[in-house]
């Protein structure tokens, strides 16, 4: 059984900058693929990042394309979200999910319903 935790949200600014982080328990490979989503009140949940454990085929929402990053340390099975330049838009719950099919399309690949585990969110809050 898989278990993802996230960790690292919280109250910040107006541009300033967030790490999320998620900690995957269980066996992971390189073909598999790690999502972040985020989902704020009254809306639907949103893709935001999707990189494979091996490192490619990474791509953004155009919402957050040049600031935020995705990345993964392997050795730690934990993928991270950098966020910059944060905007009171983007305030919402993150959540990390993991699909074992990573070589989906990347318009496959931003859907939630294609992603098999979820952690269990962090709140990330900007203020203006």
């Known amino acids: 059984q898989v278990q993802l935790v996230e960790s690292g949200g919280g109250l910040v600014q107006a541009g300033g900058s967030l790490r999320l982080s998620c900690a995957a328990s269980g066996r992971t490979f390189s073909s598999y693929a790690m999502g972040w989503f985020r989902q704020a009140p009254g809306k639907e949940r949103e893709f935001v990042a999707r990189t494979r454990w091996s490192g490619t085929s990474t791509y953004y929402a155009d919402s957050v394309k040049g600031r935020f990053t995705i990345s993964r340390d392997n050795a730690k099975n934990t993928v991270y979200l950098q966020m910059n330049s944060l905007k009171p838009e983007d305030t919402a719950v993150y959540y990390c999910?993991?699909?074992?099919?990573?070589?989906?399309?990347?318009?496959?690949?931003?859907?939630?319903?294609?992603?098999?585990?979820w952690g269990q969110g962090t709140q990330v809050t900007v203020s203006s």
């Open positions: 999910a993991e699909d074992r099919y990573g070589s989906r399309p990347i318009l496959a690949g931003t859907r939630a319903s294609v992603y098999d585990y």
